[in-house]
Each structure stands twice: as C-alpha cells, then as structure tokens.
C-alpha cells in the first residue's frame, strides 16, 4: 500500500513555479522521502529525494516539514516538458538493494502555454 | 549516472505465444532488479523482484509460472511473458539500483508496451 497522499491533478502555467503537494503522516524516522516524474509512456526518471533538510538540485526543490510528515515538490519554472506524473515515494535508503518501490497514483501535472 | 536499458521497447504477439522482455544495467551492476506493469490511466504495480543467482520474489497475485524471471548475472534480468493473451497486454517497466550506489534510488528503464493480438 502507497504511504503517501498526492491530489489527483495540478494545472501550472507556463514559466511559473509548480509547487506539488504530499503527504506523508506515517513516515518512519529512517524513511526518505522520494520524488520521481512519469512522461506518458515512458519509464519513471528520478527527480530528487531528502529526510528531514530541506534538498535543491538542478531539476527541483524538496521542502519537508520539521514533523516530516508532508513535503513540497517545487519546480521553479515549469516549462512544457514538464507535464508529466509526479509521483511521491517514502522509502529505506540504504546499502541493501533490495527495498521495492511502491507507487501510489501521483499527481498529473499539466504545464499550460 | 546510472543507466538501465530495457529492450524490446514494443512488441506485438499472438496468443499464446511467448514474449522476453531484456533489462541490463549499462553502467553498474544490480544484484537485485525490480519488474512493474503499468495499465492505462494506472500507477505502476510491482510484480516481482529479481535477485542475481536465486529465485525472483513473486507479488501476491502474480503467476511466478506465466511470468518467468530469470537474473544469470549482474547486468542482465529477463521477464518472459510465456503463453500471451489479450489481457497481458500491457507496459512493463524494470527498475535497479546498485549496491553501492544509494545516493540516487532507483534507475528505471523506458518500458516495453507489450501488445497480445
């Protein structure tokens, strides 16, 4: 069962910040929480992942409550390439490579001109 | 980065037929490789996870016999969708991560859309 709650759909103009929603109220201490994105008919890419600080990178920003129990996707200027399935994952990062991913429904972000 | 590479990207087969469905690691080696199937309109459901020399650890509710997984070596899992019908038609997604590299999850391939006729 997906541990995580995401709305259905999101509508973003284009250029503007697209700021993506998920909650998480039963993460685990040593759970991470995940962010990977699904253009239509293609394989899920990763966008970024954090625990509890707040991380940035070139493709996003994650912002994580201080109870960790929610956490914010924001994509700073959302172009069209963008539209996609944004989906929130919480999981065990660790050496073991054996810790499935279990995907939830995610949201469907649609970037509009 | 990590590259995974699934091939074939689209098939076409008759019932009853069945179908291989490669997933290699490009650049590192995965001991363990993860298979999903996406319906239309759904979220990706993991089928079964693929460990390097042992047996794959089937999902509840996934025939172990009509979706023969076979992981001979580190770089290289194979998903054969044995005796197709219609109703496995479908996108199939394999996944890894290397042990040793946990900094980025999981790689995922670009899917094969498998279509049973």
């Known amino acids: 069962d997906a541990k995580t709650t995401q709305p259905t759909s999101m509508d973003c103009a284009e250029g503007r910040a697209a700021n993506l929603p998920c909650n998480h109220s039963?993460?685990?201490?040593?759970?991470?929480v995940y962010w990977y994105r699904q253009i239509h008919s293609q394989g899920p890419q990763y966008i970024i992942h954090?625990?509890?600080n707040n991380e940035t990178n070139e493709m996003a920003s994650l912002i994580i409550t201080e109870d960790r129990k929610s956490s914010t996707l924001i994509l700073p200027h959302a172009t069209l390439r963008d539209t996609a399935v944004y989906y929130c994952i919480v999981n065990i990062l660790s050496g073991g490579s054996n810790y499935k991913l279990t995907f939830g429904k995610g949201t469907l972000l649609t970037v509009n001109p | 980065g990590a590259v995974v590479s699934q091939h074939p990207s689209r098939v076409i087969c008759k019932s009853g037929t069945s179908v291989k469905i490669e997933c290699r690691s490009l650049?590192?080696?995965?001991?363990?490789m993860f298979w999903y199937r996406q319906f239309p309109k759904q979220s990706l459901m993991l089928m079964a996870t693929?460990?390097?020399?042992?047996?794959?650890?089937?999902e509840q509710g996934v025939e172990k016999d009509k979706f023969l997984i076979n992981h001979a070596s580190l770089t290289l899992s194979t998903l054969t969708v044995t005796s197709a019908h219609p109703e496995d038609s479908s996108f199939y997604i394999c996944s890894a991560r290397s042990a040793d590299r946990v900094t980025f999850g999981y790689t995922f391939g670009s899917g094969t859309r498998l279509t049973v006729v």
């Open positions: 693929s460990n390097e020399g042992s047996k794959a650890t089937y």
């Open positions: 954090g625990l509890k």
């Open positions: 650049d590192f080696q995965a001991t363990t």
């Open positions: 039963t993460i685990s201490g040593n759970e991470y």
